[in-house]
């Protein structure tokens, strides 16, 4: 996956799951509030999510 387009991808989650809580929590929408928790677990993913490891063609 490009890295720009994760790093984006890893941002949209964040916002999203901030815009769920600030709308889900005051009015009581329990659906935001669940819908935040999903986005911040992707955004929790994305970060510590795992890594490939690149081989290196000159070591082999």
Avoid at 16 to 29: D, R, T
Avoid at 32 to 46: D, K, N, Q, S, Y
Wanted: net charge positive; hydrophobic share 60%; charged share 15%.
């Amino acid at each position: 996956m490009n890295v720009i387009f994760r790093v984006v991808l890893i941002v949209a989650c964040f916002f999203a799951a901030i815009a769920c809580y600030v709308f889900g929590v005051p009015v009581g929408g329990i659906f935001f509030v669940i819908l935040g928790v999903t986005f911040e677990g992707l955004f929790w993913a994305g970060i510590f999510g795992k890594k490939k490891k690149v081989s290196n063609p000159e070591s082999k």
